[in-house]
């Protein structure tokens, strides 16, 4: 069962694409250049409906003879508090365990028999449960999404089944010390708030939370205002307003008591954690400030900042030519075997950082390295360096909406995110207008002698004391 990207978000889950040039998309023989400028203005639109209550359609229609539909909720992790923690990771998982109309056997035989796909996966802020299909499939897809969501079974055998599953998976992320790490970043980030929970919540949880629990996660976040029926590919939007209509007319828009749940502001704490394991080969490290928000207008100028100091895996290649400086070094001193930088982003704040994972006798260099870009991007960036970011950047939002799912999770989350899919031509526009100055300007405003946040992991006795961190988020200057 997929995991988000983010659960970073974006997180570092959703990390940019390689560099390369955006001017040419595609050439195929007996078939005129496209441009980049044309692509854009050419790209389909996005079609939004909203029905009586609240319930939002939208839909790209591409005339494939496949199609990716799904529901995007606002509910996740940061929606939890300590006791259920973990409740709508777990309820990903009971999804596909049959409905009140398809037991678990007919729902999967339902799904194979059209040859479809059907996943999801829980983030801190949103849930989403799709299928990718043929395109003379979408009804029974639509049917199929609307019972799992609505009508899971929630058997109390089935249940018990699945926490030893859901304990398995925690096993195996306590593995994956890329998340560890990054789950420790934001506990310590966001101490003491609903973000600084992780997604699939304590074990403790996993063994005590109850079908009543899950009840009332139900109660509480599945509303119609709330849900977006979203679909890339083969789909008329007609057909699919109408599907809508015939399934979650019914979705309730209405909360018990009125008690509608607002989210609270995650106060960012500059602090550390670490977790000192010389058996461990490599020391994963994360350092990070706080971000933007979604909405916010610096998103972009920091986007284009990230860029910029891009990403490096020793398995890729690469040498000294390398158009990322931090790359460059890590190349010619043997830094690390693999960063990347990072901006995990959520309705009101987020996380800018960089990850990296180096032998134990370069964590003082890979941070000082680190910390340096973080201050070149304050002070010393150049219009040569913000042109590439910005070129990278065009690049990676291209290439990461290649294909009708990646494309109907952007327009799920932009939903839910805006109220509005933004297309790529405005996202351009809005790239284009970062100049060396906004980088500067913005990366000061969120960097330059703010407190950091910093997780690590395994043999980091050679990690700096923070402190020493905190001065390394300024340059003397005279």
């Not at 409906?49 to 996740?76: I, K, M, P, Q, Y």
């Not at 550390?272 to 971000?291: F, Q």
Request: proline share 4%; hydrophobic share 40%.
């Amino acid at each position: 069962m997929a995991a988000s990207v983010c659960r970073v978000g974006t997180t570092v889950g959703r990390a940019l694409a390689k560099n390369r040039s955006p001017v040419l998309l595609s050439l195929r023989r007996g078939q005129a250049t496209v441009s980049y400028a044309q692509s854009l203005a050419g790209a389909p639109e996005t079609r939004l409906t909203a029905l009586d209550n609240g319930f939002r359609v939208a839909s790209e229609e591409t005339g494939h003879a496949t199609c990716t539909v799904g529901l995007w909720l606002s509910a996740g992790s940061r929606y939890e508090n300590e006791k259920n923690n973990g409740a709508g990771f777990f309820l990903e998982h009971m999804a596909f365990k049959g409905t009140k109309k398809y037991p678990q056997s007919a729902l999967e035989q339902q799904v194979e028999s059209m040859g479809a796909h059907l996943n999801a996966y829980t983030s801190r802020e949103h849930t989403a449960y799709y299928m990718k299909t043929l395109t003379k499939d979408l009804p029974k897809a639509v049917e199929l999404l609307a019972d799992v969501v609505q009508s899971c079974s929630l058997n109390e055998a089935e249940i018990e089944q699945q926490r030893g599953v859901v304990l398995r998976e925690l096993e195996e992320v306590d593995g994956n010390l890329q998340e560890v790490c990054l789950d420790l970043l934001h506990a310590t980030a966001f101490q003491g708030t609903p973000l600084g929970q992780s997604v699939l919540g304590p074990s403790t949880n996993a063994r005590t939370l109850t079908r009543q629990n899950l009840v009332d996660y139900i109660n509480s976040h599945y509303k119609a205002p709330r849900m977006v029926l979203a679909a890339a590919g083969g789909v008329n939007h007609e057909e699919l307003v109408a599907l809508a209509k015939t399934h979650f007319s019914g979705v309730s828009f209405e909360y018990e008591g009125d008690a509608v749940p607002v989210l609270s502001p995650c106060r960012f704490t500059g602090s550390e954690i670490r977790m000192r394991d010389d058996n461990i080969p490599l020391a994963h490290v994360a350092i990070a400030v706080e971000g933007a928000g979604v909405a916010s207008p610096d998103i972009v100028p920091l986007m284009v900042a990230n860029s910029i100091i891009g990403s490096f895996d020793l398995t890729y290649g690469g040498g000294k030519h390398l158009s990322s400086r931090l790359a460059r070094l890590a190349v010619e001193a043997n830094l690390c075997h693999s960063f990347q930088a990072f901006h995990s982003s959520y309705s009101d704040t987020g996380l800018m950082g960089i990850y990296f994972v180096a032998d134990k006798n370069y964590i003082e260099d890979m941070m000082h390295w680190s910390q340096n870009a973080w201050m070149n991007l304050c002070t010393t960036v150049t219009e040569s360096d913000v042109a590439r970011g910005r070129n990278a950047l065009k690049a990676s939002l291209v290439g990461q909406l290649n294909g009708t799912t990646p494309t109907c999770d952007d327009i799920g989350r932009h939903i839910l995110n805006y109220g509005r899919r933004v297309p790529l031509a405005e996202w351009d526009a809005r790239i284009d207008a970062v100049t060396a100055k906004v980088v500067r300007d913005v990366c000061t405003k969120y960097i330059y002698d703010k407190c950091p946040a910093v997780a690590a992991v395994g043999p980091i006795e050679q990690l700096p004391d923070y402190n020493r961190m905190r001065s390394a988020m300024y340059w003397l200057r005279f």
